[in-house]
């Protein structure tokens, strides 16, 4: 079976709390985010370029803090507040992103349980568009622009794949593992 290989044009990552900077959303919009929102948010903006044609977003977990009250909210008083509601889908985030910035691009969420980063990457190589901004986020974040003909990082999916995905990927960027 022959490899399928990308590129990767650019690429950030969050690797605690100090990296994270929405100061671009205004405070009012800023306050109602969670800090998995933040996270994805802050890589999105590091990577997004004008040339951008899909996102592809995944998460392992998504929101979970977030359903997790809007749960207890519902059991304790049989209601749940709409604002907490609408911001604990999976797609929040990138939906967030693409109104934010007033684009008119298709954007993919997908969730695949530990294989969700190998998943997302997979569709945005898969994808009939050349540059995919694609993002992972569940405790730490990542984004990176996938190109299929030209970028500073050659890959193949054979090489994400590993027990701990993330880490390994990070690797993979950073150049440690060839």
Known sequence: MKKQLFYIKDYYYTKSED???VSIIPPLQRRKLSPLD???LTTMFKVY???TEEIIFASEHGEVDRLNTLINQYSESAEVSPAQFSASVHNYPVGFFTLFKKLNIP???LSAGPK???AGITSAVLSRHNNVL???TDKLSV????SKDSGKIKCSLEDIEAEDEFENFIQILEGIKK
Do not use: G, P
């Open 19 to 21: 990296d994270i900077d």
């Open 38 to 40: 933040k996270q994805a």
């Open 49 to 51: 370029t004008e040339d």
């Open 107 to 109: 954007y993919l969420a």
């Open 116 to 118: 969700s980063l190998s």
């Open 134 to 136: 694609f993002t992972y």
């Open 143 to 146: 984004s990176c622009m996938i």
